[in-house]
C-alpha cells in the first residue's frame, strides 16, 4: 500500500502517513506544500447537491502546516528495538565478521561488547552477524576474539530511518530522502 511522506514545516520527514490520513489532512487545509512529480489521486464521496464524487489529489510528499512541535520527535533516536529489520537492512544483510551477504533466516544481532559484560542495545553497539560469527565470537569484543569489524556501526539518521521503515516507496520520496544522506550512509 503506498503512504505518504510527511514533512515538518522545516522539511525533516515525521511520519509515513496511511492514505486516509494524509487524505484528512488535506481535507482540513493542513498541507503547507508538497512536493512530487506524480500526482496521486483519490476518489471521495459523492457529493449530494451536484451528484459528483469529490476528488482529492496529494503528491508523494506533503509538509503539514504548524508542525513545528513534530519536529522534536527524533525517531532515530530510538534505540534498534527488538526486531532485527532495521538493524538488516542498515548493514545491508553483510556478517560484520565475515563480510558474506546471506540470507536474513541466518543473520543475528551482534552485541559488539556483549551485553554480559554490559554492552548496550544501541545502535552504536550492535551489527549484523551470521550465526557461525556470532557462535564463534561468543561473549568476547573483537579484539579479544581476534575478529576485527568489516564496517562501523552508526545510528541512522532521520532520512535513513524513513527509508529504513518505508515499504513500497516512491520514486519521488526516495529522491527527497536520499538527496539528504550523510556521506557514510550504507542505505542506499
Ligand atoms: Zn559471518
Known amino acids: 500500500m503506498t503512504r505518504i511522506l510527511a514533512l515538518d514545516i522545516a522539511g525533516n520527514p515525521f511520519r509515513w502517513l496511511e492514505i486516509e490520513q494524509a487524505i484528512s489532512y488535506a481535507a482540513c487545509g493542513k498541507v503547507a506544500w508538497e512536493i512530487g512529480a506524480d500526482e496521486l489521486v483519490f476518489r471521495g464521496g459523492i457529493c449530494r447537491a451536484t451528484g459528483e464524487r469529490s476528488r482529492v489529489a496529494l503528491r508523494p510528499v ?5 508542525s513545528e512541535a513534530m519536529a522534536r520527535h527524533m525517531p532515530h533516536a530510538l534505540p534498534p528495538g527488538h526486531d532485527n529489520t532495521l538493524l538488516f537492512r542498515r548493514d545491508r544483510g553483510i556478517c560484520a565478521y565475515c563480510g558474506e551477504q546471506v540470507d536474513t533466516k541466518h543473520l543475528t544481532r551482534d552485541h559488539i561488547v556483549p551485553r554480559a559484560r554490559g554492552g548496550k542495545d ?8 551470521c550465526r557461525h560469527c556470532n557462535m564463534k ?3 568476547r569484543t573483537p ?4 575478529m576485527p569489524l568489516l564496517y562501523v556501526p552508526y545510528a541512522p539518521c532521520r532520512f535513513e530511518h524513513f527509508i529504513l521503515t518505508g515499504r513500497r516507496i516512491l520514486a519521488d520520496q ?3 530522502l536520499a538527496a539528504r544522506l550523510p556521506t ?3 542505505v542506499m
Do not use: F, P
Not at 506533503?62 to 504548524?66: D, F, K, P
Not at 579484539?143 to 581476534?146: I, K, L, S
Open 62 to 66: 506533503i509538509a503539514l502546516a504548524r
Open 122 to 129: 544501541v545502535w552504536s553497539n550492535v551489527v549484523t552477524a
Open 174 to 176: 526516495m529522491a527527497y
Open 184 to 186: 557514510h550512509s550504507r
Open 143 to 146: 579484539d579479544e576474539a581476534r
Open 137 to 139: 565470537k561468543a561473549c
